[in-house]
């Protein structure tokens, strides 16, 4: 299994994007009555700000993730933690299949950690799940993420959760 990400392109992936983050298992990335122009305005606007990114994951070339990458001092966390250098937010979200494979999110989350860790910059990754999103907290956990505290966010409540680069590889046994 070969993965590769890439950046996120506003013009042609919002059609793409549109069926996993209204899908009902996507419930949790809050845009389950979004139309694809709001799918279309929200990634316009990502990829307008200069401290958020948003990348398509391919599975053997096959778009099968979507990964956004943000700076807690400017985006999402602004006054809810002390930010540390080299801090980095994550989400990321794998489009919903009829036919799971065991083990593929916790393939996809590891890929996505690794992606991050390859920037020298990076010294910690922070999360900010649902406090709700159980299987979220249980992936976080089996890639070195350390649940901090809850947070109350303006859209929810949310367990903020951090994880460095050695917490990483000693959880998935690679050196970065």
């Known amino acids: 299994m070969t993965v590769r990400i890439?950046?996120?392109?506003?013009?042609?992936d919002a059609e793409l994007i549109h069926?996993?983050?209204?899908?009902?298992?996507?419930?949790?990335w809050m845009m389950q009555d979004a139309k694809l122009e709001?799918?279309?305005?929200?990634?316009?606007?990502?990829?307008?700000?200069?401290?958020?990114?948003?990348?398509?994951?391919?599975v053997d070339?096959?778009?099968?993730?979507?990964?956004?990458r943000y700076d807690p001092r400017y985006v999402e966390l602004v006054g809810l933690y002390e930010p540390l250098p080299g801090d980095v937010g994550m989400h990321f979200l794998v489009a919903p299949t009829d036919?799971?494979?065991?083990g593929f999110t916790?393939?996809?989350?590891?890929?996505?950690?690794?992606?991050?860790?390859?920037?020298?910059?990076?010294?910690?990754?922070?999360?900010?799940p649902d406090v709700g999103n159980t299987a979220v907290h249980a992936l976080?956990?089996?890639?070195?993420?350390?649940?901090?505290?809850?947070?109350?966010?303006?859209?929810?409540?949310?367990?903020?959760?951090?994880?460095?680069?050695a917490q990483f590889e000693t959880a998935v046994g690679v050196t970065i």
């Open 140 to 165: 976080n956990e089996a890639v070195g993420f350390v649940p901090e505290r809850e947070i109350q966010k303006p859209e929810k409540q949310a367990l903020l959760s951090f994880c460095t680069r």
């Open 38 to 58: 709001d799918v279309e305005r929200e990634y316009m606007a990502i990829a307008a700000h200069p401290h958020h990114d948003a990348f398509i994951g391919l």
């Open 106 to 128: 916790r393939t996809v989350i590891t890929a996505v950690m690794a992606e991050l860790f390859a920037d020298p910059a990076t010294e910690r990754v922070v999360v900010e």
């Open 99 to 102: 036919t799971p494979v065991r």
């Open 6 to 12: 890439r950046p996120y392109d506003p013009l042609r």
């Open 19 to 28: 069926p996993w983050v209204t899908h009902p298992k996507a419930a949790f």
């Open 61 to 68: 070339e096959k778009p099968v993730f979507l990964m956004e």
